[in-house]
Every structure is written in structure tokens, then in C-alpha cells.
């Protein structure tokens, strides 16, 4: 199980993605650049995670994806992060970094879109209780996220 090299810490420039249309969804998701997807260990399994997220120096919780993409006929990887917070304008070209704390749910297809939201929102929910446990709460505080200068 891949929770063994849990907290895992990435950051990247946040690109375009493939207009999924998950922000008409109302869970726009971040995506992150291919080499930074490829470099992620082979032991984060492929699912749903959740943990923090730094961007423009605030730190907010976050949910994230890590899958293969439906674009690419399910040959490239992705990584696509939703902040569970509201912005007023889109960050692409930004820096982001995320700490992945710690693993909700595998992958899954679903039948229908309600089914889909219905999950989402149960993430949601899972990952704002999960990241007020003392061990995951902390690491908000990390150094990775609130250094400005990033390497
Ligand atoms: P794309 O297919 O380009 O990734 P999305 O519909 O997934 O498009 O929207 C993602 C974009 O929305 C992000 O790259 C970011 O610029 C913006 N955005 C605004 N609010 C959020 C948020 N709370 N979480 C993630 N991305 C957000
Ligand atoms: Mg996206």
C-alpha cells in the first residue's frame, strides 16, 4: 500500500489541462507538467488523495487525482489537484506545491454524473476531516510549503 512513503511533496508550474469541463463542475483541478507527473514514484499508487497545497504564499487543503489520462488513450499519467478554496481567477503558469498526506479511494469509473459528483463531494468531505487529524494537520506548517524560494 502506498500510504509507506506518505507525506510525499511535489511542486510544479500549473498547465493547461484538457477542458474536462470540471470546472463547470464546480471542482476545477490543477494540472501539473508531464515531467513533474513521470518523476512521481511508482509506489504512489494511482487514485485519490488528499493533503495541502501552497499557492501565492496561502496554504489550503487539497484533494488531488493521480491517474492515467482518458486524452492520451490512458498512456500518460496525470496529476490534477482541486484547492478547497475559492479563487477569483485562474492560476495558470504558477507555481504550486502540494504535500500529499494521505490516500482516500482507487480510481474508478462511473456510471453516471451524479454518481460522479456524489463521490467528489464525499472526497471532499473525507478530506477536510482527515487533514484536522494532529499527524496531517501539522503539515500544513512544513517548511515546502511556506518557503517562498523553491528548488
Ligand atoms: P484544465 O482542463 O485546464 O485543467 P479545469 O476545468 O480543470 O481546466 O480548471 C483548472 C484551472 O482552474 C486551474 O488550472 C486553475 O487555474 C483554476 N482554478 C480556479 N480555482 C481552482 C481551485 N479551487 N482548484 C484548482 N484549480 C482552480
Ligand atoms: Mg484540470
Known amino acids: 500500500m502506498c500510504n509507506k512513503i506518505l507525506p ?4 510544479g508550474t ?4 484538457f477542458g474536462r469541463g ?10 501539473l507538467p508531464e515531467p ?13 488523495y488528499y493533503g495541502w497545497a501552497s499557492l501565492r504564499g496561502e ?6 487525482s493521480i ?6 488513450k490512458n498512456e500518460k499519467k496525470s496529476m490534477e489537484v482541486h484547492i478547497l478554496h475559492k479563487f477569483q481567477n485562474d492560476f495558470y503558469g504558477e ?4 504535500i500529499i498526506a494521505g490516500y482516500i479511494r482507487p480510481e474508478r469509473d ?15 468531505a473525507i478530506t477536510e476531516q482527515q487533514l484536522e487529524e494532529p499527524v496531517a494537520n501539522k503539515l500544513k506548517n512544513d517548511d515546502f510549503l511556506t518557503t517562498k524560494i523553491n528548488n
Open 95 to 98: 507555481e504550486l506545491k502540494v
Open 36 to 48: 513533474v507527473v513521470n518523476a512521481l514514484s511508482k509506489d504512489l499508487d494511482n487514485g485519490i
Open 8 to 11: 510525499y511533496f511535489v511542486s
Open 14 to 17: 500549473v498547465i493547461r489541462g
Open 110 to 124: 462511473f456510471s453516471s454524473l451524479e454518481e460522479l459528483i456524489k463521490e467528489i463531494k464525499n472526497d471532499i
Open 22 to 31: 470540471s470546472k463547470a463542475l464546480g471542482i476545477p483541478t490543477a494540472n
Open 67 to 72: 491517474g492515467w489520462n482518458p486524452y492520451y
Open 59 to 64: 496554504v489550503h487543503k487539497m484533494v488531488a
